[in-house]
């Protein structure tokens, strides 16, 4: 039995480190604009998610919240990979909030480190959302850039 456990949480972690990698991308090509509005979104789902009775199973149905892994990840890469903005700025959010807390108090040496992984896209969401990077197209035509 403890080979099968082991089977199942190896399997998780390379699940959820593909999907990061597929979240980074997203949140790479979002336009400029979207990041502070993910940023807020981020915001709200990690609070949203620890109010919840099982945080690590935010975003999964009520009728599945005894499964082993929730649903939370899978339904916010699906939604990352929308054409709309969005509609991807939610699914990220829902993503994050839903990866965070799965991962949050792990004793597995993978899972800490896809933690880790997790709060250094949080902060890469903080800086690219920053007013000083966001305006970064208004700032050449100021009188000082000239000088």
Same mark, same amino acid.
């Given at each position: 039995?403890?080979?099968?456990?082991?089977?199942?949480?190896?399997?998780?972690?390379? $699940?959820?480190?593909?999907? !990061?990698?597929?979240?980074?991308? @997203?949140? #790479?090509?979002?336009?400029?604009?979207? %990041?502070?509005? /993910?940023?807020?979104?981020?915001?709200?789902?990690?609070?949203?998610?620890?109010?919840?009775?099982?945080?690590?199973?935010?975003?999964?149905?009520?009728?599945?919240?005894?499964?082993?892994?929730?649903?939370?990840?899978?339904?916010?890469?699906?939604?990352? $990979?929308?054409?709309?903005? !969005?509609?991807?700025?939610?699914? @990220?959010? #829902?993503?994050?909030?839903?990866?965070? %807390?799965?991962? /949050?108090?792990?004793?597995?040496?993978?899972?800490?480190?896809?933690?880790?992984?997790?709060?250094?896209?949080?902060?890469?969401?903080?800086?690219?959302?920053?007013?000083?990077?966001?305006?970064?197209?208004?700032?050449?035509?100021?009188?000082?850039?000239?000088?």
């Amino acid at each position: 039995m403890r080979l099968v456990t082991h089977l199942i949480a190896v399997n998780r972690e390379i $699940r959820l480190r593909r999907q !990061l990698a597929d979240i980074e991308r @997203v949140v #790479l090509a979002l336009p400029v604009r979207t %990041h502070a509005d /993910l940023q807020q979104l981020v915001r709200r789902e990690m609070e949203q998610a620890a109010a919840c009775d099982f945080p690590h199973l935010y975003g999964t149905p009520p009728e599945e919240r005894y499964s082993t892994y929730g649903h939370g990840p899978d339904l916010g890469l699906g939604k990352a $990979r929308s054409d709309n903005p !969005l509609i991807a700025t939610r699914g @990220v959010a #829902l993503w994050i909030a839903a990866v965070y %807390h799965e991962t /949050l108090d792990s004793r597995r040496p993978g899972m800490e480190e896809l933690h880790r992984q997790v709060l250094r896209l949080m902060r890469q969401i903080k800086e690219l959302s920053a007013p000083d990077r966001r305006d970064f197209g208004a700032e050449w035509m100021e009188p000082s850039a000239l000088a």
